[in-house]
């Protein structure tokens, strides 16, 4: 079978980002289907009605409205500017077969051929953008919804619309968070289950094929911080780590700039490689939790606040899911040295596996 996956996948900072659709594709083609991910080139919305329903939820949403404003007018954390040295570009184009950049129109006006059509995980139901509702796909093709993400968003009245209508011609839907499963069986689809990210659909050793050994000599903590907002002092890890005798290696993604400490780039292969040799991993993003899961390091992981506050919704049902709720920091870096039930969290994985391969019938080879 020909699948053709449409999720995020353009960041040049974002090693979550790149690696959940990596371990889909992968995934996908481990089942014995060819596989292409489509390039997605979103541009900000031109169709007049999706212009209002940004401009609703901005209203009815004064957080998000007050935050958006604020980075307007440079106070928030500045974009970056240059991540060559990332070589994300490279990465995607070497591990993955990909179209060439498609606009909205492109995509809705000719179609790449395939037999069935993923949406991927990530946040991407976090707007009505129809390319990511695969609304494009022909209707004697498979339609497939592997854990999307809604962000948290609690969509108005017209969102719901949209959704509902999206929705309704699935194959399989599912959703990476409890609230997002709920609203879709809200919204009319009573089937829909709940799935993992898809970088949880394979254990330590498939990363290790990929991962680059770090050249570092000293053993360390390695924080990654994204650019969303969260009220944590930086300080406090270099201060923690001066006292356990440790280096710490600092990487921000998300276009996040740091002003006061030495930061690293790294490839995705590097991250992979600073993560599985951290004596300890600190951070505010998803990805980095869920590699540090995978990797069995000791973590902890840094709630967002304001705007972004409702994107804790992920956080919190990973954490949950393996009952881990006392790795979110609250105000404090002792937690991260308590030991962790990483033998429950292998179960769990495999569990989780063997339920989407169970799930994903309509995927399977004939």
């Known amino acids: 079978m020909n699948i053709g996956i449409v999720t995020f996948s353009q960041s040049n900072d974002n090693y979550g980002e790149v690696l959940q659709c990596y371990a889909l594709y992968k995934y996908v083609q481990s089942k014995g289907h060819h596989c292409f991910l489509l390039r997605y080139e979103q541009t900000p919305y031109t169709n007049f009605a999706l212009k209002a329903f940004t401009l609703l939820s901005l209203i009815t949403n004064p957080q998000r409205l007050f935050s958006l404003l604020k980075k307007r007018r440079g106070k928030m954390i500045p974009h970056a500017t240059d991540n060559t040295d990332r070589k994300f570009f ?7 077969e990909c179209t060439a950049p498609l606009t909205k129109n492109e995509i809705l006006e000719n179609p790449p051929e395939a037999d069935a059509y993923i949406c991927g995980s990530d946040q991407i139901w976090a707007s009505p953008d129809p390319i990511m509702y695969l609304s494009f796909a022909p209707k004697d093709s498979i339609k497939c919804a592997f854990a999307p993400s809604f962000g948290g968003l609690t969509p108005n009245a017209y969102a719901r619309l949209l959704i509902r209508k999206y929705i309704k011609d699935f194959d399989f839907v599912s959703c990476r968070e409890m609230s997002g499963v709920k609203l879709c069986r809200e919204l009319g689809r009573e089937d829909t289950c709940l799935f993992p990210d898809p970088t949880l659909m394979h254990n330590a050793s498939f990363y290790s094929q990929i991962a680059q050994e770090p050249p ?14 969260s009220e944590f002092d930086i300080q406090a890890v270099y201060d923690f780590a001066h006292k356990e005798g440790l280096k710490v290696i600092y990487i921000t993604g998300q276009n996040r700039v740091e002003n006061y400490y030495r930061t690293t780039n790294a490839t995705v292969e590097e991250w992979l490689g600073l993560i599985k040799g951290a004596e300890y991993v600190i951070t505010n993003s998803f ?27 992920r956080i919190h049902d990973l954490l949950s899911k393996f009952k881990l709720n006392n790795r979110l920091y609250r105000d404090s870096l002792s937690p991260i040295k308590e030991s962790i039930d990483f033998e429950y969290f292998d179960k769990e994985q495999q569990r989780l596996i063997a339920f989407v391969d169970q799930k994903l019938k309509i995927l399977r080879q004939s």
């Open 287 to 313: 990805h980095g939790t869920v590699f540090s899961l995978i990797n069995h390091k000791k973590f902890l992981t840094i709630p967002l606040v304001g705007a972004y506050e409702r994107m804790n919704v």
């Open 90 to 96: 490279e990465f995607r184009s070497k591990k993955m």
């Open 216 to 229: 570092v000599g000293d053993k360390y903590i390695l924080l990654y911080m994204l650019g969303n907002k």
